[in-house]
């Protein structure tokens, strides 16, 4: 079954430079996220706001999806249970 992900809940945390997200695995609720920095990458770019931040998520939203579906189902978890999508996450 394929992850479902859930675009109300999403947030970005300034401590850890993370957006986070989550997902639906049947029952089973899956904590996700992003790096600030992978972000960077995607959009060629500093961001800067949290808002950009969020947009910059839904604007590269099936790339993001598709990695942490991949990561999730190689249960490539990090500390936390938490699925990140990193810099080296990203197709070259």
Do not use: W
């Not at 997200?21 to 500093?46: N, P, Q, T």
């Not at 099936?62 to 990561?71: A, F, G, P, S, W």
């Amino acid at each position: 079954m394929a992850l479902t992900f859930e675009n109300e809940r999403v947030v970005y945390d300034p401590e850890e430079e993370l957006l986070r997200f989550f997902a639906v695995d049947g029952v089973l609720l899956v904590r996700c996220g992003i790096s600030k920095a992978a972000l960077a990458v995607l959009e060629d770019g500093a961001l800067s706001d949290p808002d950009e931040i969020v947009t910059a998520y839904f604007r590269n939203s099936e790339l993001i999806q598709d990695i942490v579906e991949r990561k999730y189902r190689a249960h490539r978890f990090e500390t936390g249970g938490i699925v990140v999508v990193r810099l080296q996450d990203l197709p070259a």
